[in-house]
């Protein structure tokens, strides 16, 4: 089983996204893959392969995690680098985005390694070769500017077949109101 742990986005969220996507896909600045839509996420901590021990220590601990319900807000659009392009993203804000984060990875740290530096972003676009990489990198800093109410988080189980990974919640933890 490989699991991870993750923020998903609201549906109505997801189809303004989808939008975003296909106009940046069908200007032909890159060749790759667009995120499906039922796959958007925040991913707080990968955690990988695990036991079935490991899986049952995991829902224990993470029922600990304590803390408020917040805001977050999809930010601007971005690359990790300018250089060398491989992965198209929406960056995530929101102060209770990290605090959620360093609870989770606070309460699992004796199982599993700290994140050395997290990021908080959704992947959008996977990509395979750029094409016309001054266009591409024109529509960083685009601002979608949409806020949404996070009330919950999910362990997920993560299976990557040849098409599509598909993810399986197996287990909700809901935040305090």
């Known amino acids: 089983m490989r699991v991870f742990i993750s923020i998903d986005i609201p549906e109505k969220l997801k189809k303004e996204i989808a939008l975003l996507q296909k106009q940046i896909y069908s200007q032909g600045f890159f060749e790759g893959k667009i995120t499906e839509p039922e796959n958007l996420h925040?991913?707080?901590k990968f955690i990988g392969e695990i036991t079935d021990s490991q899986l049952i220590q995991i829902k224990e601990r993470l029922k600990k995690v304590k803390l408020k319900q917040f805001k977050a807000r999809l930010g601007s659009l971005g690359v990790f680098t300018?250089?060398?392009i491989k992965i198209i993203w929406i960056k995530m804000e929101g102060d209770g985005i990290f605090e959620l984060q360093n609870k989770i990875d606070s309460c699992l740290s004796d199982i599993f390694k700290k994140e050395k530096r997290f990021m908080s972003h959704l992947t959008i676009a996977r990509v395979k070769k750029v094409k016309n990489k001054p266009e591409l990198l024109n529509l960083l800093g685009y601002e979608m500017n949409k806020e949404f109410p996070v009330a919950?988080?999910?362990l997920k189980n993560?299976?990557?077949t040849?098409?599509?990974p598909i993810y399986t919640i197996l287990?909700?933890?809901k935040l305090e109101s």
């Open 42 to 44: 925040l991913t707080l």
């Open 82 to 84: 300018n250089d060398l």
């Open 152 to 154: 919950e988080f999910n």
């Open 158 to 160: 993560s299976e990557l």
């Open 162 to 164: 040849p098409t599509k």
């Open 171 to 173: 287990e909700k933890y």
